[in-house]
Nanobody
Framework: QVQLEESGGGLVHAGGSLRLSCQSF????????MAWYRQAPGKQRELVAT???????SYVDSVKGRFTISRDNVQNAMYLQMNSLKPEDTAVYYC???????????WGQGTQVTVSS
């Protein structure tokens, strides 16, 4: 069973940057299509970015051009580079399998990202 652990969140001013990490433990990471999600207070969890096992990526419109998803199959890790952050990016960020092609795993604790104006 694959277990996932997110890290790298924090408090930044608008326009700042953060790099989130997702470490995978167990399972076979390199054959999994992965994704970053986020959940803002009072809102449903939303899919933010996806990356296939081959490295093909996709993004929700609101983060295109600002966020970059990547993965390191040797390190069993996935990353989300977030630039030009906006207050509306404030949320708890989670990593998991891409829900469009697989049943998601048990959700981890996530990592809090707070962007001040």
């Amino acid at each position: 069973q694959v277990q996932l652990e997110e890290s790298g969140g924090g408090l930044v001013h608008a326009g700042g940057s953060l790099r989130l990490s997702c470490q995978s433990f167990g399972g076979i990471f390199d054959i999994l299509d992965m994704a970053w999600y986020r959940q803002a207070p009072g809102k449903q969890r939303e899919l933010v970015a996806t990356i296939t096992m081959r490295g093909d990526t996709s993004y929700v419109d609101s983060v295109k051009g600002r966020f970059t998803i990547s993965r390191d199959n040797v390190q069993n890790a996935m990353y989300l580079q977030m630039n030009s952050l906006k207050p509306e990016d404030t949320a708890v960020y989670y990593c998991n399998l891409d829900q469009r092609v697989a049943t998601v795993l048990r959700w981890g604790q996530g990592t809090q990202v707070t962007v001040s104006s």
